[in-house]
Each structure stands twice: as structure tokens, then as C-alpha cells.
């Protein structure tokens, strides 16, 4: 029992938070997928390790939900690369995730203070 | 999902065909990354080997990640398709009682709905094969506000042919329900009785059929010299095997001969619904044959119907203004060459004509008994299948509760939400197309049995059942409905709940309101079910044990048609008196009579009127209508029909003797004093009253009884209609009927007996469409039950299972069994009340709407509605008590274990 608990936490946290940390990368331009994961290894000061294979499925979930578009472009490199940039709705849906975000850390900081 | 038209656009684009691109893009996409990776490696020092390596391992297994893109972007090809049938015929195998209970329930229901659809189409909606039936017209005419009358008088006929503007053509046909065919050559055999129709002229031109061998009639043959005959195909199969060689043989109609010269194409079989006709004539020329009446000069002898069709660009009303003009100016004319009628006075003012579409064939005595019971059916028959829909729906739902952990996986890893509801509606749709098919076959095999139970009668069915694309639409579209509506709830439901499982509340007892819901709608939905099963119960037992006014109990009752034989006038009165005699001879007759119309009939039908009753007077334009049997010596003994005065006919009542005759009850009341010895006068003469009869049903249990004048029927000097002998006997009635075709055939062998049955068993098939109804409803009524029940009894069982931990820790904590019990049973009572108070009501509203259906019974009937309660609430409480027994019997420390 405990040690699914573990797996599905991981997962959890890495789906629900990813989503959000991706569209909020976004919102500095449109960039390619692996252009966003370095971005996001940068902000958090190389703390946080994303899994670079939970990256594409996700980005491609963000696609399909409406939230990103995409288009061919090419890079610094004059390699071809697929760029993702944010929508209006995708807009609205980085506003939600960030005061649900904000709500549980509030929620949690409660029960874990110190009594 | 906020999607744009554009996004769509593209989504639709990306299907099958640019499958390959869009794998490509993502292969390229994937090959970029690890490029990229590799050059920062490369930039940061590491060797080009090391970082390649080093890239690639950090990234992961690259087959699985595309893989898991590939099932993100949820194409919906064929394959994605095939494999989630695959797995949800794995998952049916699985769960084997589950899927086989929710598809045969399902099947049942979709198949009893397609047979009366069927049944419903072959009989109301479906025009007939005609060339462009909805040009065709129908003529009816109407007294004030009078029932409508489809027979019409042939001057009207003839003028309205000549003389209108509006129609291509138009055409009368008149139907003999019996004549008899003989063989003059070739066939052999011997003769029999078959239907015919007389046509006019224009018959087979204004319907615009082609023969299938030789020729149709034409108006060449519309003449009282003609000889022309056509016969129908499905006689043609049956009686002369589609040979060719038919056209050409001569054959006699009622002794009378005539050619065949053509055969009716297949499919066609007459202008009324319901009713085929073997051999059609020229309608002139079936005077010779003495089945009709020369009545070709009187405008007020109603005898024949009528259809035509529009001509190009003329609208329906246009020719009905042009009908009626006519109509009126022919009654007009009629009126005038009599002045002193008051009758044709009347028939001029107040006579209409009406004019209208005729692209379902003409009257159909089928079709304006059946439609009303067919659309009832239909809509109780639409509620079960709901029902089956949503016991699949609960057990569905129940299910997906169970896969909850594999759903909320599969949404994690990164697959769409409209995926996974699209593999969890395939397995609905599994469902659903299987329970379709099966409900095909069964529907076939229901509206043969359904048409053969209700047309006792008919040995043919002249009904094509054959499912055209009208019913295969129906049965598809009710399987799609269902399949959507038991599986798209569920499959939301799962998805929306796993989704963002960050925000979960901290779960409770689950209220499992939804389930309950389903539940207490299908115990409402079988509670409408019973009450109106029970209604239609009632009314037929009503119909049943009423009084008819006779002995129905040991009479065997046949017909004869000496016409047939061809003895006519003197002569067939003769025959039927020495039959008379004969049949008093056999052993087990205890009394023997004839009459012109049954007891039970369903031919014959005499309406007259009256203008005297003693003393009382009935002015010309409001006489008194009255029906009219002619009966033999003996006819009240033999039916047990009490005198309330007066006596019976006998032989001093010949055919030169004083005109008699014998009235009933109610006509009796009307009379001042005793009717014995006054003299009544109407349409059939002056007669002198001898006897009063107690009240009886005339011809149809179903009608109350009405002013009924007996009159003697050896008294007239010729008879010409098929009368019915009645026998009241002791011992076996097919004894009774075997000596009867023996005593018959010894009077003359020519002579055939028809429609022999016992009297009871005559009333039993008037009421043929009543007991289909009370029977049918009982079924659906039942079914319906046990639906219901099933699903509360899954729902309960289920809850049991996920309350265990809890009732486990409370009978740890000292509580009894029966605290349990009564916990559990707390549930399930509240979702069957709560269903059988909103079936009441349903109830309550509906059944106003069946009230012409009913007999002696009123809608709201307390008894009705309390038997179908006490029955539900009875199937329910065994339903809901099983699962209460069984988690009183949990076993606290397993229970408590399992947590």
C-alpha cells in the first residue's frame, strides 16, 4: 500500500505541476520543448530535474487541449524545430493552475505549522 | 475543451492520411531534443561519444515516450479502434453474467420495439405499391356530425368521373368477401372460396400498375357482358404455382364463367390494408354472378368506395372543391326528382363530401383498429427500453467505480479524457450492436406472431412483413440511442472524478445519489408498466364476465352460403330449413336455430328505421334507427334468451301469413302499454309485434344494448345472405361439428360450411385485439419488474460490498444484526419509495390517454392501481431484503481485516 502511495504522488505532482510550470515558461515566448526544459531547470536553479521524457507527452497534451499552439519554425541553429507558444485560453488556464497552486501550499503550510 | 473551428479543422486534417507526417514531426521533434541535449553536453566538455550516450539515457526509452505521445494525441484511426474492441470483448468475456444479463434484457427490449414498429409501418405508415402514392385521393362522405362513411352511391360516381377537372382518374371498386371458384378446365380440383374484388374501369390505369403476366383490366372491360377476370399474384403462387399456362383458363365465379387473362404484379395486394383479394372483375359484370345488387341508378344505396388521382399540379384542395361542387349538384338533382323524400331533402343539406389522401390505400378496417393499440404498444414498449437502458447504465456505473484506479493511471500517464470515454463507449457500443442484431432476429420472429395472434381469421397474411429500410432505421437508431444513453454517463462519470486528483476531498460514505436516482426511475418506469398492465387486465375481464344477454356457454355456431352452391332466392331458403331439420337429428343437439346475423359477427351488420312504434310516432327526418336480425323458431331457446313478453316466431309465421315480428327491451319501452299485438312501421314494412325479448348484445359484445327488431326469417320468400346456424349441445364439440359437416354435406354436397367454432371461442376472437393488449402489457409489465428489481438488487449488493469496512467496525462494536439489516434496508427503502411515489403520479397522468381503450373502467381504477403498488412493492422488497440479509451476516474481523 505505502509504496504505491509513493508512485502515485510522484506521478500526481509531476502532471498536475508540470502542466503549470510549462504554460508559466511559456509566457516569456514561444519556445521549443527542449528550450522549456531547460528554462524551467534554469528558474528553479537546477533544484528541480524534469524528467525529459514526461515532457513531449505533456506538451503534446497541452496541444490537443487548446492551450498551446505550434508551429514549425527554425531554431538558433537553423535546425527545424516545433515551437510552442501559449493561447488566450491557455492564458486563462495558467491563472487557474497558479491560484489552485496557491491554495494548497496555503492549505498544507496550515496543517504543517508548527502548533 | 475550448477548441476553436480552426483547431478542429486541423485536428480533422491530421486524420489517417497524414498519419505518417505527423509521426515523422514527431520523430524530428524527439531527434532535435536529444540534439540539442547532446550539444550542451558537447559545449560543457564531454566527449561527442559520451554525450550522445549520456543524452540519450537522461531522456529515456525513446520508443516508449513516442509511444505515449502517439496515444496523447488520441487519433482516432481505425486501428485505436479495433484495439478498443478488443478489449472490451475481453472485458465482456470476463465479466460473463454481467454482459449476458445487460444484453438479452437489452435485446428483448429492442426487439419487442421493432416488432410493433414493424407491425405499425406494414399497417399505418406504409404507403401502398403504387405508382406515386401520394397522388392518390380517398372519398368519404358524412351526415352533419355523423361517423364517416367510406361507401358511396354510384350516380355520385359516375358524375364526379365524367365531369371533374381536377383528377387523372378515378375508380370504384366494391369487395365480396366470399365467392366460389370453380374450374372448368385443366386445374382440376375442386371449388373453393375465395375473396374477390369488382373494379371499375379505371381500377388498374389510375393506380398505374403493370401485370406481372397478361393483362389488367381496362375500361374496354367495364360492360355487364364481360368475361375478363385478374387474379392476385400471391394466389397465383399459391393455387397455380406461377405457372403461365393460367392465362387463358376458364374458370366460374358463382357458376357464372369467366377468362383469366392476367395476374397482378407481387407486392400488390388491394387497396385495403388488412384485406387481399384473389380475383378482381369488372364491375359491371359481377351482376351476373348475383353477389352484388343493381343499384346503379340509386343515389342513396351506398355500396361502393372510391379513390382517385391528382393531376399534375393540381393541389388536394383544388380537387376537393371540385368534388364537392359535384357531389352537391348530383344530391341537388336527387332531392329534386323526389320532393315528397324528406330523406333526400335531408341527404342534400346535410350531406359532405370529403376528399383526401389516399396514399395508404383506402378504408382499412386493420388499420383504424389497430393504430391507436400499435401507438400505445410503441410507447410502453419505448419505456422498457429505457429501462434496459438504465439497468445497464447502474451496472455500468457500478463497474466503472471498480476500474477507477486503472482509469486514473491511463489519465496520468498523459492519455486524453475523450480517449478514454471514447474506449469505454465502444464498449457500450459493443453492447448495444449486439444486442441490436439479436433484437432484429427476435423482432422478426415477434410481428409474424403478433399479426397471426391478431388476425385469427385470415389463414393468408395480407400483410407484407419483410423489414423494409424504415424499420432497419429504427432498430438501429434505438440501438445507438440506448448505447449512448447507458454508456455516456458512465464513461464521464469515471473520467471526471480520476482527473485532477490533486484536488480530491477527503472521501466519506459515497452517497451514490446518481445510481439511486437510475434506480428509483426504473422503479417508477415499471410501476407505470403494471398499473396500465393491470388496466388492460381488468378491462378484459370486464369485457369477459359482463352479462351478454344469452347463454354464450355450449353453442357451436357455423355459416352456410347456399349462393355459393348456387341456390339462390326460394331456393336457398329452402335449403336452409331442410338443414335446419337435418341438424336436429344429431345426437348432442339439444336445440337447433338459424339466423341472418350471429350472435358474434363480424359480417353482418343490418341497420334499419322505424317511422311507428304503436302508438308512438317517429317523424320522417328523426326516425328511429334500429337494427335488425332475421331469425328461425327456436333461435331465443337456443341462446337462452329470456321473453319478457309475448312469444316466439313458429311455423304459423309463413310466407303468406300476417307480417310479425319480435322487439327488444328497449325498443319495448318506447311503446304506451304492452308492444304485444301494436304494429310497428318502418323501411321493412308493417309488422305486428308477438313477442318482447330481454336486452342483448347485437353482433359485438363490446356495444351496449340497443332497439333490436327480430323478424321471422322463413317469413320472406327468398334469402340472400350466408346465415348462421347456432347449436346448443351436451358432449364434445368437435363431435358436434364433424356430424355437422356430415348432416351438411348430406342436405348437398355442394354446400360448404365456414367459420365452425363454438360460440365461445367466436366471442374470444372479437376480443382478439383486447387480449393481445392484456396480455402483451402483462409481459412488458413484468419484465419491466423484474428489470427494476434486478437493478436495486445490483445497486444494494454493490453498496453492501463497499460499506463493509464500516458495517464491520459497527457490528465489532456490539451492533446487531438486525441494526445492520435495518441500516441497509434504510437505503434501498427510500430509493423505492421515492420510485413508487413518482410512478404513482406518472401514472395518475397518463392514463387518461388509454380511456377509449378501457371498458367499463375508469382510468384512475383504485383497484388497478393498488394491485400493480402491492405487486412492485412486494418484487422490491425481496430485491432489497437479499443484499440486507447478507451484510448482516459479514463477518466483523474479516470485514475490519480488509481495511
Redesign the interface.
Known amino acids: 500500500m505505502a509504496k504505491r502511495t509513493r508512485f502515485e504522488n510522484r506521478i500526481e505532482l509531476v502532471q498536475g505541476t508540470l502542466d503549470m510550470l510549462i504554460l508559466r515558461t511559456l509566457q516569456w515566448g514561444p519556445q521549443h520543448g527542449h528550450g522549456i526544459g531547460v528554462a524551467i531547470r534554469a528558474s528553479s536553479d537546477d533544484a528541480l530535474q524534469i524528467d525529459h521524457g514526461s515532457l513531449y507527452p505533456a506538451l503534446h497534451r497541452l496541444e490537443k487541449e487548446g492551450w498551446l499552439d505550434a508551429d514549425w519554425k527554425l531554431s538558433e541553429n537553423r535546425q527545424r524545430a516545433k515551437y510552442y507558444r501559449l493561447t488566450a485560453a491557455g492564458k486563462k488556464q495558467l491563472a487557474a493552475e497558479q491560484s489552485r497552486w496557491n491554495r494548497i501550499v496555503e492549505v498544507i503550510g496550515r496543517i504543517m505549522k508548527p502548533a | ?4 473551428l480552426k ?1 478542429m479543422w486541423k485536428r480533422l486534417q491530421l486524420r489517417v492520411w497524414r498519419r505518417t507526417a505527423d509521426d515523422r ?2 520523430a ?3 531527434q ?2 536529444l ?3 547532446e ?2 553536453r558537447i559545449e560543457a566538455g564531454r566527449s561527442v561519444a559520451d554525450a550522445r550516450h549520456s543524452a540519450r539515457r ?4 525513446v520508443a ?2 513516442t509511444e ?2 502517439r496515444s ?3 487519433l482516432a484511426s481505425l486501428e485505436t479502434f479495433v484495439q478498443d474492441l478488443r478489449f472490451a470483448v475481453r472485458l465482456l468475456l470476463r465479466n460473463r453474467v454481467f454482459a449476458l444479463f445487460g444484453i438479452v434484457s437489452l435485446a428483448l427490449g429492442i426487439g419487442a420495439t421493432s416488432a410493433i414498429f414493424s407491425l405499425f409501418d406494414a399497417i399505418v405508415l406504409r404507403e401502398i405499391p403504387v405508382r406515386e402514392p401520394a397522388r392518390l385521393v380517398t372519398l368519404s362522405f358524412a351526415m352533419s356530425a355523423n361517423r364517416r362513411n367510406n361507401y358511396m352511391p354510384y350516380p355520385h360516381f359516375a358524375q364526379m368521373r365524367d365531369t371533374n377537372q381536377t383528377l387523372e382518374g378515378l375508380f370504384a371498386w366494391t369487395r365480396t368477401p366470399r365467392i366460389s371458384l370453380g374450374f372448368q378446365s385443366g386445374f382440376g380440383g375442386r371449388e373453393e372460396i375465395v375473396s374477390s374484388v369488382r373494379a371499375s374501369g379505371d381500377y388498374y390505369p389510375t393506380l398505374g400498375l403493370k401485370p406481372a403476366l397478361g393483362r389488367l383490366l381496362t375500361r374496354d372491360d367495364d360492360h355487364t357482358g364481360s368475361t375478363a377476370a385478374v387474379i392476385s399474384h400471391g394466389y397465383w403462387q399459391r393455387r397455380f404455382g406461377g405457372s403461365p399456362s393460367v392465362i387463358g383458363a376458364g374458370i366460374s365465379l358463382n357458376q357464372v364463367p369467366y377468362t383469366i387473362v392476367g395476374v397482378e404484379p407481387r407486392g400488390f395486394v388491394g387497396v385495403n390494408v388488412g384485406v387481399s383479394s384473389d380475383i378482381t372483375i369488372p364491375l359491371r359484370a359481377g351482376d351476373r354472378s348475383g353477389a352484388g345488387s343493381k343499384i346503379w341508378d340509386d343515389a342513396f344505396a351506398t355500396w361502393i368506395e372510391i379513390m382517385g388521382r391528382l393531376r399534375p399540379g393540381v393541389s388536394l384542395e383544388q380537387a376537393a372543391e371540385d368534388l364537392k361542387l359535384i357531389y352537391g349538384q348530383v344530391n341537388a338533382s336527387a332531392a329534386r326528382a323526389a320532393p315528397t323524400d324528406t330523406f333526400a331533402a335531408r341527404v342534400g343539406r346535410e350531406a359532405h363530401l370529403f376528399v383526401e389522401p389516399g396514399a395508404w390505400g383506402g378504408l382499412s378496417g386493420l388499420r383504424a383498429g389497430y393504430e391507436r393499440w400499435l401507438q400505445l404498444l410503441l410507447m410502453m414498449l419505448a419505456a422498457v427500453v429505457v429501462l434496459a437502458s438504465l439497468n445497464v447504465a447502474t451496472l455500468l456505473l457500478s463497474r466503472s467505480e471498480a476500474r477507477k484506479d486503472e482509469i486514473a493511471t491511463r489519465l ?3 492519455a ?1 479524457r475523450s480517449r478514454i470515454v471514447r474506449q469505454l463507449m465502444t464498449e457500450s457500443l459493443l453492447i448495444a450492436g449486439i444486442s441490436g442484431v439479436l433484437g432484429l432476429l427476435f423482432a422478426w420472429w415477434a410481428s409474424h406472431f403478433l399479426l397471426r395472434v391478431a388476425l385469427v381469421s385470415s389463414d393468408t397474411l395480407p400483410i407484407d412483413l419483410t423489414p423494409d429500410m424504415r424499420a432497419i432505421a429504427f432498430t438501429t437508431l434505438v440501438s445507438a440511442t440506448t448505447s449512448v444513453l447507458f454508456g455516456l454517463l458512465p464513461a464521464l462519470r469515471a473520467t471526471a472524478g480520476a482527473r ?4 480530491r476531498e477527503l472521501s466519506g460514505p459515497r452517497r451514490r445519489v446518481l445510481e439511486r436516482t437510475l434506480v428509483a426511475t426504473q422503479t417508477a418506469l415499471s410501476l407505470v408498466l403494471l398499473v396500465f398492465a393491470a388496466l388492460f387486465v381488468r378491462s378484459l375481464q370486464n369485457l369477459w364476465m359482463q352479462d351478454p344477454g344469452y347463454d354464450r356457454t355450449n353453442v357451436v355456431v357455423f355459416s352456410v352460403d347456399a349462393g355459393l352452391a348456387g341456390k339462390r332466392g326460394p331456393d336457398a331458403s329452402r335449403t336452409y330449413l331442410s338443414l335446419l331439420g337435418a341438424l336436429r337429428a344429431i345426437p348432442g343437439a339439444t336445440a337447433v336455430s338459424v339466423s341472418a346475423v350471429a350472435p358474434v359477427s363480424t359480417s353482418y351488420y343490418f341497420i334499419s328505421s322505424l317511422t311507428k312504434a304503436g302508438t308512438t310516432e317517429f317523424p320522417n327526418d328523426r326516425r328511429l334507427t334500429i337494427a335488425f336480425n332475421s331469425t328461425s323458431p327456436g333461435y331465443f331457446d337456443t341462446l337462452r334468451i329470456p321473453f319478457v313478453a309475448g312469444r316466439d316466431f313458429d311455423l304459423r309465421d309463413g310466407v303468406h301469413s300476417p307480417k310479425v315480428a319480435i322487439v327488444s327491451e328497449k325498443l319495448a319501452a318506447r311503446f304506451t302499454g304492452n308492444p304485444v299485438g301494436q304494429l310497428i312501421v318502418g323501411s321493412e314494412g308493417v309488422h305486428e309485434v308477438v313477442g318482447v325479448a330481454k336486452d342483448n348484445r347485437y353482433a359485438r359484445i363490446k356495444d351496449a344494448p340497443r332497439d333490436v327488431v327480430y323478424l321471422p326469417m322463413f317469413q320472406s320468400p327468398s334469402i340472400g345472405y350466408a346465415p348462421t346456424f347456432e347449436i346448443r349441445y351436451t358432449g364434445a364439440a368437435s363431435d358436434i361439428l364433424r356430424s355437422v359437416r356430415d348432416v351438411v354435406a348430406s342436405v348437398d354436397p355442394a354446400l360448404t360450411v365456414f367459420q365452425a367454432t363454438t360460440l365461445e371461442a367466436r366471442t374470444r376472437e372479437s376480443l382478439s385485439r383486447e387480449r393481445l393488449l392484456a396480455m402483451l402489457s402483462t409481459y412488458v409489465g413484468g419484465f419491466a419488474v423484474l428489470l427494476a428489481c434486478i437493478g436495486l438488487y445490483g445497486l444494494m449488493t454493490y453498496m453492501v460490498v463497499q460499506r463493509t469496512p464500516e458495517l464491520g467496525l459497527r457490528m465489532a462494536l456490539g451492533s446487531q444484526p438486525a441494526g445492520i439489516r435495518r441500516i441497509v434496508l434504510k437505503d434501498s427503502v427510500v430509493t423505492v419509495l421515492a420510485g413508487a411515489v413518482a410512478g404513482l403520479c406518472a401514472s395518475w397522468l397518463l392514463v387518461r390517454f388509454v380511456r377509449t381503450q378501457l371498458y367499463a373502467l375508469e382510468p384512475t381504477d383504485p383497484g388497478a392501481f393498488g394491485a400493480a403498488t402491492l405487486l412492485l412493492i412486494s418484487i422490491a422488497s425481496v430485491a432489497a431484503y437479499l443484499p440486507a440479509w447478507r451484510a448482516s451476516r459479514i463477518n466483523p474481523v474479516i470485514a475490519l481485516r480488509r481495511e
Do not use: K
Request: glycine fraction near 14%.
Open positions: 475543451m475550448p477548441i476553436t483547431r514531426d514527431l524530428d521533434e524527439i532535435f531534443h540534439a540539442e541535449e550539444r550542451l537522461d531522456f529515456g526509452n516508449r515516450v505515449i505521445t496523447v494525441r488520441g496520468a500517464i498523459g486524453g485532477h486528483s490533486a484536488g
